[in-house]
């Protein structure tokens, strides 16, 4: 039986920097595979996590939650057989519904040779009010049915709305421990422990809290959709093309505009004149850092009601 982990979370919100986090502290003696699950169409966690030890199975162009679900069984599938690992960690998009992750990997073709350890969800703290009451069938689906729940950018909000959001978080899921501490602060061997802790109590923790919460207060405009090709759109290109550092941040200065549509997540590792570097835009903030050379650029850019043409101009100047 293999034991299998999912980092779930909506956009943006730290499933990547959970997962390397964990790789670096607590689990460098495992045999690990991850699958890598990307909305977009070009693959770029895989190339942030990947290091000599681990192996990563991407599962671009969709989502293993709906459109590409038999591509994702028979990744499972494969990578048992293949090698054999100690633990197979998965992060799913960021669109996906976690309660049909789980329903995907508990289906008939896979349920013989795994069961599930860990279900982390990874909430944003800074974007929690906004993602809730915007892409709330997606968000509430992820919360509800964690069993630990990891809130991310704590650090960048107030204590009274860290504990504004901790409640909303403790209303949709009453059993699940929720990591508050900032990240950087907690050790990865504490959260592997809390959210491997009582797993057997909480695996029925879905159910309970389907029964005993009415969440449709917070689940307005998304009500109708059920898939994430219904909601949500991207854009990704690879390109040799080399920025300049300067370039970038004024691209993702603009980002924010709508004359691009609503770009909630853009990510990317690209060529600059003076050394590679990943970018990393999440509603309205970003991040540039340099990190090793690359085999070519990728650039993914996800949301709603994309205007991909000027996307497209933006980045690319064609
Ligand atoms: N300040 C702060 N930034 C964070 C934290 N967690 C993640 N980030 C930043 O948020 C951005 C997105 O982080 P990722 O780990 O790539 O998020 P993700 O959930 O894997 O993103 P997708 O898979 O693309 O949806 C990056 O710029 C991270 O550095 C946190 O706890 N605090």
Avoid at 32 to 38: F, G, L, Q
Avoid at 204 to 222: C, F, Q
Avoid at 229 to 242: A, N, R, Y
């Amino acid at each position: 039986m293999k034991n299998v982990d999912i980092i779930s979370g909506f956009l943006g919100s730290g499933k990547t920097t959970l997962i390397k986090k964990l790789l670096k502290e607590c689990l460098q003696d495992e045999n690990v595979v991850i699958i890598e699950n990307e909305y977009g169409e070009v693959g770029i966690d895989g190339s942030v996590l990947r290091s000599d030890n681990i192996i990563i199975k991407e599962i671009t162009s969709g989502c293993i939650c709906c459109s590409i679900s038999k591509d994702f069984r028979s990744a499972i599938k494969g990578i048992i057989s293949t090698y054999n690992p100690d633990r197979i960690i998965i992060e799913p998009s960021g669109v996906a519904k976690l309660s049909q992750v789980v329903k995907e990997i508990s289906s008939e073709v896979v349920n013989k040779n795994i069961s599930i350890n860990m279900k982390i969800t990874v909430v944003d703290a800074v974007n929690f009010e906004q993602y809730i009451e915007n892409f709330g069938e997606f968000f509430v689906d992820q919360i509800q049915y964690a069993k630990t729940v990891l809130l991310s950018k704590t650090e960048e909000i107030s204590n009274s709305q860290l504990m504004q959001v901790f409640k909303a978080v403790r209303k949709l899921n009453p059993n699940c421990p929720i990591i508050s501490t900032p990240i950087a602060k907690v050790n990865g061997d504490k959260i592997l422990k809390t959210a491997e802790f009582r797993n057997k109590d909480l695996m029925e923790d879905a159910g309970i809290v389907r029964k005993t919460l009415n969440t449709s207060h917070v689940i307005r405009r998304m009500r109708s959709h059920s898939c994430a090709d219904e909601v949500f759109d991207t854009w990704g290109v690879e390109t040799p093309k080399c920025f300049a550092k300067r370039e970038i941040k004024s691209i993702l200065d603009k980002l924010k505009s709508t004359v691009y549509g609503n770009v909630i997540r853009a990510k990317g590792l690209v060529n600059t004149e003076d050394s590679w570097v990943q970018f990393d835009y999440v509603s309205g903030k970003y991040d540039i850092n340099d990190v090793d050379y690359d085999y070519t650029g990728r650039i993914c850019v996800i949301g709603t009601e994309l205007k991909k043409q000027e996307i497209k101009k933006l980045f690319l100047g064609e």
